[in-house]
């Protein structure tokens, strides 16, 4: 399951939140672990929260000033509560200063310690968003996946049927490149899959007789995406003796694939010499649009049937 340290936390918020390392080891082997937070009953993160503590706890203006009306002693006993609560760091935020107890208690466990210029609610924004990527449970799937017309496409199928030919007819004609051949999805809200590259295969995408292409390098900048969210999965099929089994002519309900829970509209195209696959698939995002908006061809024709028949009868 996806876990990240402290110092990955620093090292990639740092820019953003003007991050500083106050105190503690880098090295903590304090970590963030997406099954122990989803089995706690605690939160992820928030201000300072004796009762109810945190994994990360925000100790700023407001806290402050509250932690400032308790006496020495007090102050050393509501935060010993936080012993076994497995706290991960605590952030300074607003320009506070740690007080001297809340920095012996934080040396004393190796809890990290870290600051931030920014105001409190910013900071646990973009921490609680980082962390809901992060942290999100993912698996990966053998594909290409593409953003086709502003929609994430997942381009699917045996090996050898034409799924990276497709991707980079597509790729000429304006789409841009998320993945080859293993793409992570990412579950990172109730209704949402986020497809990524593995870091191995970023802006890389193998065609046979070809061989490994750099995208970003032939292309440019606009061929490639960080992620995209999917949408739509386009199965490439071989028809067998002519026809694709279980491939009806006009469906009359859309198909659909179970990936974490979350069902993604699917679209099966045969492959066949003299097919355009390119202006299919486009053709297959356009039409996915507008049935998002309500626009289903598909029954409008079986409509219009219907009352012609009833016009002739």
Same mark, same amino acid.
């Given at each position: 399951?996806?876990?990240?340290?402290?110092?990955?936390?620093?090292?990639?918020n740092a820019?953003?939140?003007k991050?500083?390392?106050?105190?503690?080891?880098?090295d903590s082997?304090?970590?963030l =672990?997406?099954?122990e937070?989803?089995?706690? /009953?605690q939160?992820?993160?928030g201000?300072?929260?004796?009762?109810h503590?945190?994994?990360?706890?925000?100790?700023?203006?407001?806290?402050?000033?509250y932690?400032?009306?308790? +006496?020495?002693?007090?102050? &050393?006993?509501?935060l010993?509560?936080?012993? +076994?609560?497995?706290?991960?760091?605590?952030?300074?935020?607003?320009?506070?200063?740690?007080p001297?107890?809340?920095?012996?208690?934080?040396?004393s466990?190796n809890?990290?310690?870290?600051?931030?210029?920014?105001?409190?609610?910013? #900071? %646990?924004?973009? %921490?609680?968003t980082?962390?809901g990527?992060? $942290?999100?449970?993912f %698996?990966? &799937?053998?594909?290409?996946?593409?953003d086709v017309?502003g929609?994430?496409?997942?381009?699917?199928?045996?090996?050898?049927?034409?799924? *990276?030919? $497709?991707a980079l007819?597509l790729? /000429?004609?304006?789409? +841009?490149?998320v993945?080859?051949d293993?793409?992570?999805?990412?579950? #990172?809200?109730?209704?949402t899959? !986020?497809?990524? *590259?593995p870091e191995?295969l970023?802006d890389?995408?193998?065609?046979?007789g070809?061989?490994? $292409?750099?995208?970003?390098?032939?292309?440019?900048?606009?061929?490639?995406?960080?992620?995209?969210n999917?949408?739509?999965i386009?199965q490439?099929e071989?028809?067998?003796?002519?026809?694709?089994?279980?491939l009806?002519?006009?469906p $009359?309900?859309? *198909?659909?694939? =179970?990936?974490?829970?979350i069902?993604?509209?699917?679209? #099966?195209?045969?492959?066949?010499?003299?097919r355009n696959?390119?202006v299919?698939?486009?053709?297959?995002?356009?039409?996915?649009?507008?049935?998002?908006? +309500?626009?289903?061809?598909?029954?409008?024709?079986?409509q219009?049937? !219907?009352?012609?028949l009833?016009?002739?009868?």
């Amino acid at each position: 399951m996806p876990r990240i340290s402290v110092e990955q936390l620093f090292e990639e918020n740092a820019d953003a939140l003007k991050l500083t390392w106050v105190s503690g080891p880098r090295d903590s082997p304090i970590h963030l =672990d997406s099954t122990e937070i989803s089995h706690a /009953s605690q939160g992820l993160i928030g201000h300072l929260n004796l009762i109810h503590p945190n994994w990360i706890q925000i100790f700023s203006r407001t806290e402050a000033a509250y932690y400032a009306t308790l +006496g020495e002693a007090a102050q &050393r006993d509501a935060l010993s509560r936080l012993s +076994g609560s497995g706290l991960a760091c605590i952030i300074l935020s607003d320009r506070e200063e740690a007080p001297l107890t809340l920095a012996e208690f934080a040396a004393s466990r190796n809890i990290p310690l870290l600051a931030s210029p920014q105001h409190s609610l910013q #900071i %646990i924004w973009v %921490i609680r968003t980082y962390l809901g990527r992060a $942290l999100a449970e993912f %698996i990966t &799937r053998h594909g290409v996946f593409l953003d086709v017309l502003g929609m994430g496409v997942l381009i699917t199928g045996e090996s050898g049927v034409g799924k *990276s030919e $497709l991707a980079l007819e597509l790729i /000429s004609r304006g789409s +841009g490149l998320v993945a080859d051949d293993v793409v992570e999805l990412y579950h #990172i809200a109730p209704q949402t899959l !986020e497809g990524r *590259s593995p870091e191995l295969l970023k802006d890389f995408l193998e065609v046979r007789g070809l061989g490994m $292409l750099n995208i970003r390098t032939i292309f440019g900048e606009t061929a490639i995406r960080i992620r995209k969210n999917l949408k739509l999965i386009v199965q490439l099929e071989k028809p067998v003796g002519g026809t694709v089994p279980g491939l009806e002519r006009l469906p $009359l309900n859309a *198909s659909s694939e =179970d990936i974490m829970g979350i069902n993604v509209r699917k679209v #099966i195209l045969p492959v066949a010499a003299g097919r355009n696959l390119a202006v299919l698939t486009e053709a297959a995002v356009r039409n996915y649009v507008l049935q998002l908006r +309500g626009i289903d061809s598909t029954k409008e024709f079986i409509q219009r049937q !219907e009352k012609q028949l009833k016009t002739r009868n």
